[in-house]
């Protein structure tokens, strides 16, 4: 079956950078678009970046210019870069395959000094 496993959140403090990774497995990763998402703490959830197949990629206007989606077919995994951590981008992180709706468990994130 679809799984999905996030990876690499944390503690940092502001201006920090974190790359987040998540594994996919159960299905032709390949094949379809990815996406990332976010839920901060009492809020819903939020959009933050996709990667088509061919690579083309799309931002949220809030995370534009500091995150950077990616992927790497061979290893079945999606990335996202984050640079300049704002307190704000305190949340959940989650990946998820748009077409389907299968999504991780997530990795948290918090940005405090």
């Known amino acids: 079956q679809v799984q999905l496993v996030e990876s690499g959140g944390g503690l940092v403090q502001p201006g920090g950078s974190l790359r987040l990774s998540c594994t996919a497995s159960?299905?032709?990763?390949?094949?379809?678009?990815m996406s990332w998402v976010r839920q901060a703490p009492g809020k819903g959830p939020e959009w933050v970046s996709t990667?088509?197949?061919?690579?083309?990629?799309r931002y949220a206007d809030s995370v534009k210019g500091r995150f950077t989606i990616s992927r790497d077919n061979a290893k079945n995994t999606l990335y996202l870069q984050i640079n300049n951590l704002r307190p704000e981008d305190t949340a959940l992180y989650y990946c998820?395959?748009?077409?389907?709706?299968?999504r991780g468990q997530g990795t948290r994130v918090t940005v405090s000094s």
């Open positions: 990667i088509k197949t061919d690579g083309n990629t």
């Open positions: 998820a395959v748009p077409s389907t709706g299968s």
């Open positions: 159960g299905f032709t990763f390949s094949n379809y678009y």
